[in-house]
């Protein structure tokens, strides 16, 4: 299934890219995530298929994300999809992206989110974002039924969190090797609260013109700020991307 996935991911951006010329740009990305959690009964990996689709200063991405060993019975775990435009203001480069993001974490519950974030890489050796969301969670409609819990009653929301992440790269960014640490509450299916941040080291390499291959280990913790804050998980993260014509 998870090949067949990427292999419609593929078709369709070849597909687009065709019907709308030099000006489009195309890239497809895999991972896998392996690790353990306070919470995952034990070690857990995830696969991971995205793709993105650019014209001139607008792009379209979209991405699913599959349990392959997991305490959750679900196997398609999430779904995202993102649309971004890069616009400039006084010599300031930067980039708006509107999100959406499906987060299945469990048989009975899920989680929504959708909201803005702003980014630059300005700077050389700095990622910055910004941004807000609005969380849902919900109950689905069989846990609804089975313990007789009205839909009205069903969803829980956060209005207005905050996101961000901060990136620092020894190296300048297109460099064709870097190493990159950052501080964020986000990744592609799950946002914290902006109290409990990830650290995440990061490890790029250039193989060929257009392949990238990254190695990253991300380390979770419960909360900071908070002397009883402590280690929640960690997992390692391990892909490629493949950017169409380059």
């Known amino acids: 299934m998870h090949r067949n996935t990427l292999k419609y991911l593929a078709s ?4 687009l890219a065709a019907w709308t010329g030099a000006n489009a740009q195309a890239a497809l990305q895999t991972y896998l995530d392996i690790g353990k959690s306070q919470v995952s009964e034990g070690v857990f990996i995830k696969n991971v298929h995205r793709g ?10 979209a991405g699913m994300q599959f349990d392959l060993l997991s305490s959750n019975p679900n196997v398609l775990t999430g779904f995202d999809l993102i649309g971004s435009g890069e616009f400039l203001m006084k010599e300031f480069p930067f980039e708006v992206s509107l999100f959406f993001m499906l987060n299945r974490f469990s048989d009975l519950d899920y989680g929504t989110d959708w909201g803005i974030r702003i980014e630059t890489r300005k700077f050389e050796h700095f990622f910055l ?3 807000t969301n609005f969380k849902t969670y919900a109950i689905n409609a069989t846990a609804r039924e089975d313990f007789g819990i009205k839909r009205s009653e069903s969803k829980l929301r956060e209005n207005f969190n905050l996101i961000y992440i901060l990136t620092v790269y020894a190296k300048p960014y297109q460099n064709h090797w870097n190493i990159g640490l950052s501080c964020t509450n986000v990744d592609y299916y799950v946002i914290n609260q902006s109290t409990n941040p990830v650290f995440h080291l990061q490890l790029r390499y250039t ?11 991300w380390l979770q913790q419960a909360g900071i700020f908070n002397i009883y804050a402590g280690h929640f998980g960690y997992f390692f993260r391990t892909g490629v991307v493949w950017e169409i014509g380059k």
């Not at 193989?207 to 280990?217: A, H, M, N, R």
């Open 52 to 61: 993105n689709y650019k014209v001139d200063r607008f792009c379209f991405e």
């Open 129 to 131: 974002v910004l941004g």
């Open 207 to 217: 193989l060929l013109s257009g392949i990238t291959l990254y190695l990253d280990s």
């Open 12 to 15: 369709i951006i070849f597909m």
